[in-house]
């Protein structure tokens, strides 16, 4: 019961903290149809939310719905991003371009592509351009942005901003300093959008696993016993990389799990062999550090992989434990107490994949496989005097289990 208390204890504190650090506001995401009609709803985001080719799209009493950018004008965020559908000034394609600074002249984004739009309209801001030598082509750089964007910010500017215009590097955050510069200089009206992407995002998790062990003993002659299988309890916190790295985040916390195992040893010494039982409990305290990375998904529905160490704690408790010395033909030399070498603790592999489901835009439920493989975990000394022989063995435990979770 007091193990019961304790997990809800834990639960609803991670939820409190959960709710103060990442409180949603009350805003929501939109589109805007072609006939200029708002639309409130949720847009489904990707894995990086900073690139969108289509747009899946659901408001209220209406199905899901699939944006293609010549569908609709445009679509915004609750986060503060807006978004416009235009045809890439290169290709021709229509794309959906996220608007950073829109006003007399405007400054948008597509992928890692940055555009000016002048009367003429969208002109790619070049950073890069090919060139063939000795009848190959190697990138070499550009700095046409700079004439572009004298010409687009810099006519008839005083000579010190002009000099700032050529001394820009191509980069998105000085180049939109410039931008809001221009129009604050000239006293043009204009409006700044962007996400607010926080470099670090905390998710606590708490959870279940079903774990099925196997145990593993050094030595040809060796032999082991069924490992039951148990339950486990996960505390975890996922810290997500949002700016620079949207789909890695990295896992640590706490691990609690208990097995209980028995082995039967028989290997040979000199002149006969031992032979050992033992029936014991294994305590474990797991603290992983897991580095995991999302294959695909969006913020509904994402399948993640990830790979890391587990430092464990152990606490091995013998119910029973005895030992023999016996001659080659079977016959009993000595009945003996076998010595514990070392039982502690211990570094293991963990690998994990599994899927993540949201069920409010607070809460998530998430369901894994996870691999484990604890190297060593302990030894035992075996020793009779009356035949002057001696020996000892390493076992380990390796096997899976199916997790369960609920991510705030």
């Known amino acids: 019961m007091k193990k019961i208390i304790s997990l809800f204890l834990l639960m609803a504190s991670l939820n409190f903290i959960s709710t103060l650090c990442f409180a949603q506001n009350d805003k929501k995401d939109y589109v805007v149809d072609l006939s200029g009609e708002i639309i409130s709803g949720e847009v489904q985001k990707p894995l990086d939310p900073r690139r969108y080719k289509v747009l899946e799209f659901s408001a209220e009493g209406i199905l899901d719905t699939i ?14 991003a807006r978004y416009r559908s235009a045809n890439h000034p290169n290709t021709g394609e229509m794309f ?17 592509q940055l555009f000016i739009e002048l009367e003429e309209g969208l002109k790619r801001l070049e950073f890069k351009q090919n060139k063939e030598v000795n009848m190959r082509q190697v990138k070499t ?5 700079i004439g572009l ?24 955050n000085a180049i939109k300093e410039l931008f809001r510069e221009y129009h604050e200089l000239n006293g043009y009206e204009y409006e700044e959008f962007g996400a607010d992407y926080p470099f670090l995002k905390i998710s606590p998790n708490v959870g279940v696993g079903y774990y099925r062990m196997f145990q593993d003993v050094n030595g040809t002659y060796s032999s082991t016993g069924e490992v039951n299988s148990s339950i486990g309890v996960n505390a975890l916190l996922d810290f997500h990389l949002i700016r620079d790295a949207p789909r890695v985040f990295i896992t640590s916390g706490l691990v609690i799990q208990k097995f209980q195992a028995t082995m039967n040893i028989d290997f040979p010494v000199m002149g006969g062999r031992f032979i050992l039982f033992e029936d014991y409990e294994l305590n474990s305290i797991g603290i992983p550090l897991l580095f995991n ?5 969006n913020n509904r529905f994402k399948v993640h992989s990830g790979i890391g160490m587990n430092y464990r704690i152990l606490n091995k408790t013998t119910n029973e434990i005895v030992a023999d010395a016996r001659r080659s033909n079977g016959s009993l ?17 963990l690998v994990r994949l599994g899927v993540t489901r949201s069920i ?49």
């Open 67 to 80: 944006f293609k950018p010549e569908d609709i004008k445009g679509f915004g965020l609750a986060n503060g």
């Open 96 to 112: 959906f371009f996220e608007e950073i600074i829109v006003g007399e002249k405007s400054f948008l984004k597509y992928n890692d």
């Open 141 to 145: 750089e550009s700095f046409g942005y």
């Open 149 to 172: 964007l004298a010409y687009g910010l810099g006519t008839g500017m005083e000579y010190e901003f002009v000099e700032k215009i050529r001394n820009v590097p191509p980069k998105k």
């Open 293 to 297: 990375y999302y294959l695909m998904g």
């Open 333 to 349: 030399i000595e009945s003996f107490d076998p010595q514990y070498l070392d039982v502690g603790n211990n570094i293991g592999l």
């Open 360 to 408: 409010t835009s607070k809460m998530a439920l998430v369901l894994e496989g996870q691999v484990h493989r604890m190297s060593r975990y302990g030894e035992i000394f075996a020793s009779a005097p009356s035949v002057q022989a001696s020996g000892h063995y390493k076992y380990s435990l390796y096997g899976y289990s199916l997790n369960i979770a609920v991510k705030f």
